[in-house]
């Protein structure tokens, strides 16, 4: 029997993007089965392995992919969400083996769920794309979204408030108007997988928010008092909207937290 920290070791060591979500399966059946133990025996890696394709490029120098209209522009969109949730897998398994230690069994839980959700999501998108005629790959991705992990590994609610309640928030406002994009397009597939991933992405967020407002309660921290300076002094982004204030709401995150800042 191995521990879960070697699992999500494992999740981020693989490059290759079939071999990443085949390892981060495997992982969430197994622990679900109870074959690892809630062990922390490895470190993290300071950053995942990635494959040689795609070409990952800095913020500036991402072509433009347009709204989504034509065929061309579904393709870009659907490859730019594709790698998102490439690298979602990894933010994941990275929380629950990093940070999970210092938790109860059901934030590993809550984590490898996401994880799991996240590899289902690529494999979803690298699907349609390859119905398509292109693949995962084959255009340009952005280099940054690692970045947040980074800046957050030393700081837990750091990493809460950033990825999931910033990050992954910032979907939820605008998935909902993409897919309506798709559907008056006639890409009803593309849709329909785009809709599953936001619903799955509430789930996300509240999985976020709640384990940042149980680690304030236990610290004696204001959570959207705490939530606004930490995003002032770990966020790289910008906090705007428009905001889909239901779904956010959904999953817990209220105009407590992002009103005033954004």
């Known amino acids: 029997m191995t521990t879960i920290a070697a699992a999500a070791r494992d999740v981020l060591n ?48 991402m072509p433009k992919r347009g709204k989504g209209g034509s065929e061309r522009g579904r393709i870009a969109l659907l490859h730019a969400l594709a790698h ?9 398994f990275d929380m629950a083996g990093r940070f999970g230690a210092a938790f109860p069994r059901e934030f590993v ?36 979204l690692w970045e947040a992990a980074d800046a957050t590994a030393d700081d837990v609610l750091a990493r809460l408030a950033v990825v999931p309640m ?37 789930r996300h967020v509240s999985v976020g928010t709640r384990w ?20 002032g002094g770990r966020f790289r982004g910008v906090v705007k909207g428009p905001f889909n204030d239901s779904a956010r709401e959904s999953a817990g995150l209220t105009r407590d937290y992002y009103g005033a800042i954004a």
């Not at 993290?44 to 990635?50: L, N, W, Y």
């Not at 998102?84 to 994941?92: N, P, Q, R």
């Not at 605008?174 to 006639?186: K, L, Q």
């Open 14 to 61: 693989a490059a290759d993007p079939a071999t990443k979500v085949k390892a981060a399966r495997q992982a969430a059946r197994a622990w679900r089965a109870g074959r690892l133990t809630h062990s922390f025996d490895v470190a993290m890696p300071d950053a995942p392995a990635r494959p040689e394709q795609p070409e990952l490029l800095p913020p500036g120098r």
């Open 84 to 92: 998102i949730e490439f690298v979602a897998i990894d933010l994941a």
């Open 109 to 144: 839980d809550d984590w490898i769920g996401v994880g799991a959700d996240e590899a289902m999501h690529f494999a979803l998108l690298d699907r349609r794309l390859r119905a398509m005629g292109s693949h995962y790959g084959a255009l340009p991705a952005h280099a940054g």
């Open 166 to 202: 910033a990050l992954e928030a910032r979907g939820l406002d605008v998935t909902p108007a993409t897919v309506d994009r798709f559907h008056a397009a006639g890409d009803a597939a593309s849709a329909r997988i785009l809709h599953r991933i936001y619903t799955d992405e509430i």
């Open 212 to 231: 940042f407002e149980e680690r304030c309660a236990a610290a004696g921290l204001h959570p959207p008092t705490h939530w606004k300076s930490l995003i």
